[in-house]
């Protein structure tokens, strides 16, 4: 099945400007996090209303010696970037710049719109990264091809969180729900389905941290991976097979299942348990925390006519925003 992902169109007046636009947007990760990491399948979802927006300018377009890359973030005031975020950006860059042939490396003016807030398992870095490859490509008037595009930004996720699955660089370039294991993608063909409610604990989680943390419980505990890998794998095939099949109560089940499987990981906060308490007292089907953990966001399956409800409760138990995400099929224009 072709993969819809979102691509940049180049612009004949920016390349002129010698400025290159791309852009990409958040994730949010239905189930599998972290055993994905190990190989096992994960279902992930775009999360299209946060989106952000790499300019990258050329000041001396194929300027003599190396460049200097700068990064700076808009916002008021606008401020550098942390070397935390931009060391993958750098490599990305210049692998870039290796890989299309392009002799020198360039001076740059790296410019990030960032409309996804970081550190809430969204795949912030790698929305980031997205976006500066296909301003890259705007800038050179070259063609990325969507496996290309896939290992630059897997060059700076790599860096960010140590050793990264990849459903983060996908996820952000997708346009419909989809299932990942071991760099390979299909799209999920199904309708309109209830909504996720996404809400924020206010606190930034540490995905690094996180998958490192696990990574240590497994090496003292004989057999804890492959108990966590094929529990978490489990589930995440019949969360895959309840969604294809439109039974929302047991995607909700699976949910709250893997926030179980993820609490007792220890990845999980008394924050985000919470949440997902109040998520499930208020009539989700399902909530679970999404992405790296140790704070960041809950997940929580909701019928549409309960979502304001849910979210009106979620803010009652400590959320600092939430958002409303229609989980729907790339065709499903209408949801
Ligand atoms: N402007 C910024 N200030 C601080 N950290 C940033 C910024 N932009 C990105 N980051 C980095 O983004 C990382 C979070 O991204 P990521 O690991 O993808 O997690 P998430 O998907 O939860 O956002 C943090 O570790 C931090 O280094
Ligand atoms: C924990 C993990 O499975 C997902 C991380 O998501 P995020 O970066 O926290 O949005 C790590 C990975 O897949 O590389």
């Avoid at 290159?20 to 775009?46: D, F, I, Q, S, T």
């Avoid at 993820?262 to 679970?288: F, H, M, P, Q």
Wanted: net charge negative; hydrophobic share 40%.
């Amino acid at each position: 099945m072709a993969l819809s992902t979102s691509a940049e169109g180049v612009s004949a007046d920016r390349r002129a400007r010698s400025v290159g636009v791309g852009r990409a947007h958040a994730k949010a990760v239905l189930l599998g996090e972290h055993a994905v990491v190990y190989g096992a399948p994960a279902l992930a979802v775009p999360v299209p209303q946060l989106t952000v927006t790499a300019s990258v300018h050329s000041p001396r377009h194929g300027g003599d010696g190396p460049g200097e890359v700068s990064f700076t973030m808009t916002g008021s005031p606008s401020r550098p970037m942390v070397a935390q975020a931009t060391d993958g950006l750098r490599r990305l860059i210049g692998e870039f710049t290796a890989t299309m042939g392009l002799a020198d490396s360039p001076r740059l003016e790296v410019t990030i719109d960032g409309g996804i807030p970081h550190g809430r398992g969204l795949g912030s870095s790698a929305a980031c990264a997205r976006a500066v490859v296909h301003a890259l490509a705007e800038l050179y008037d070259r063609e990325v091809t969507e496996r290309e595009t896939f290992d630059l930004v897997q060059t700076a996720e790599n860096l960010a969180h140590g050793r990264s699955s990849g459903v983060d660089a996908r996820a952000v370039g997708a346009l419909a729900p989809l299932l990942f294991q071991r760099g390979e993608v299909q799209e999920l063909s199904i309708g309109c389905y209830d909504v996720l409610v996404l809400a924020d604990s206010g606190v930034v989680g540490r995905t690094k941290d996180a998958v490192e943390l696990l990574r240590e419980g497994f090496q003292r505990h004989t057999g804890a991976q492959e108990r966590f890998v094929d529990r978490a794998a489990g589930l995440t095939e019949q969360a895959r097979l309840a969604l294809a099949d439109g039974r929302p109560e047991d995607l909700g089940a699976r949910l709250t299942d893997y926030h179980d499987l993820l609490r007792a990981a220890g990845l999980s906060t008394n924050a985000i348990d919470t949440l997902v308490e109040a998520a499930l007292t208020a009539g989700s089907l399902g909530a679970k925390i999404t992405g790296g953990g140790l704070g960041g966001c809950v997940l929580a399956l909701t019928r549409r006519e309960q979502a304001a409800e849910v979210t009106r409760e979620l803010h009652a138990a400590g959320a600092v925003r939430c958002w409303t995400v229609p989980l729907k099929g790339p065709d499903e224009h209408a949801c």
